[in-house]
């Protein structure tokens, strides 16, 4: 018998993530899997050069990454930033053999095929490099969210080389996406537990810096 004030620990220890991958897979077998799962699959897939990954998110995943998004709503409509949500739309391009559904994805200032900004909840390391793949998708610079803590990424397009071991990426501590966002404030609220006091929290925060600098 489970007690109550032992439930929250057993879910969090019951929530695992489940995670399929598979190689020598063709760009016509990803694209036919892709519509047989349709728009709705709570599924996330990702292809990368014959490799096929297919992740069922756990609920504290779904969970970092709704809260993620949550907060830079606040921070969108309070800065009064145009932006574009594309969520966890799927984004391909054959002819680079990549194709990937992010947790979260943004344009900033105008609406484009591509986005310029993804979020990835890593709860569990799978075998697909992402970096790779969204430089391949022309993503400008990408979020990881593992361990309360965040890692940003931006690509270097004029120095790659530089950056190989990061598929061209540099690990930067301020967003160039968003250079007025507060990282600090948005890490700290990312881990208070509670949604709503989460949300109160950075939408004062961001009051606070707007008005007293």
Same mark, same amino acid.
């Given at each position: 018998?489970?007690? !109550?004030?032992? *439930?929250?620990?057993?879910?969090?220890?019951?929530?695992?993530?489940?995670?399929? #991958?598979?190689?020598?897979?063709?760009?016509?077998?990803?694209?036919?899997? *892709?519509?047989?799962?349709? /728009? &709705?699959?709570?599924?996330? #897939?990702?292809? *990368?050069?014959? #490799?096929? /990954?297919?992740?069922?998110?756990?609920?504290?995943?779904?969970?970092?990454?709704? @809260?993620?998004?949550? !907060?830079?709503? $606040?921070? =969108?409509?309070?800065?009064? $930033?145009?932006? =574009?949500?594309?969520? &966890?739309? +799927?984004?391909?391009?054959?002819?680079?053999?990549?194709?990937?559904?992010?947790?979260?994805?943004?344009?900033?200032?105008?609406?484009?095929?591509?986005?310029? *900004?993804?979020?990835? #909840?890593?709860? +569990?390391?799978?075998?697909?490099?992402?970096?790779? !793949?969204? @430089?391949?998708?022309?993503?400008? %610079?990408?979020?990881?969210?593992?361990?309360? @803590?965040?890692?940003?990424?931006?690509?270097? %397009?004029? +120095?790659?080389?530089? =950056?190989?071991?990061?598929?061209?990426? %540099?690990?930067?501590?301020?967003?160039?996406?968003?250079?007025?966002?507060?990282? %600090?404030?948005? +890490?700290?609220?990312?881990?208070?537990?509670?949604? !709503?006091?989460?949300?109160?929290?950075?939408?004062?925060? =961001?009051?606070?810096?707007?008005?007293?600098?």
């Amino acid at each position: 018998m489970v007690l !109550l004030n032992d *439930l929250t620990n057993r879910i969090t220890l019951d929530d695992p993530e489940e995670r399929r #991958v598979l190689s020598w897979v063709s760009w016509p077998q990803y694209e036919a899997l *892709l519509a047989d799962m349709g /728009e &709705s699959s709570a599924y996330r #897939v990702h292809f *990368l050069d014959g #490799v096929l /990954e297919i992740l069922a998110p756990s609920r504290n995943h779904e969970s970092s990454k709704t @809260r993620i998004g949550d !907060l830079l709503l $606040i921070y =969108f409509l309070e800065a009064e $930033i145009q932006y =574009f949500p594309m969520g &966890s739309t +799927t984004l391909k391009k054959p002819e680079q053999k990549a194709g990937g559904e992010p947790d979260e994805s943004y344009c900033i200032g105008i609406d484009k095929e591509f986005p310029d *900004l993804a979020i990835e #909840v890593i709860v +569990t390391s799978g075998s697909i490099n992402r970096l790779e !793949l969204y @430089r391949r998708l022309g993503v400008r %610079e990408v979020w990881f969210w593992q361990k309360n @803590r965040l890692s940003l990424y931006h690509q270097r %397009e004029e +120095t790659p080389n530089r =950056f190989a071991e990061t598929a061209g990426y %540099e690990l930067i501590q301020k967003s160039e996406v968003l250079p007025d966002l507060d990282l %600090e404030l948005l +890490t700290r609220c990312l881990q208070i537990s509670n949604p !709503l006091a989460a949300a109160k929290t950075f939408r004062q925060g =961001f009051k606070n810096k707007f008005f007293y600098g």
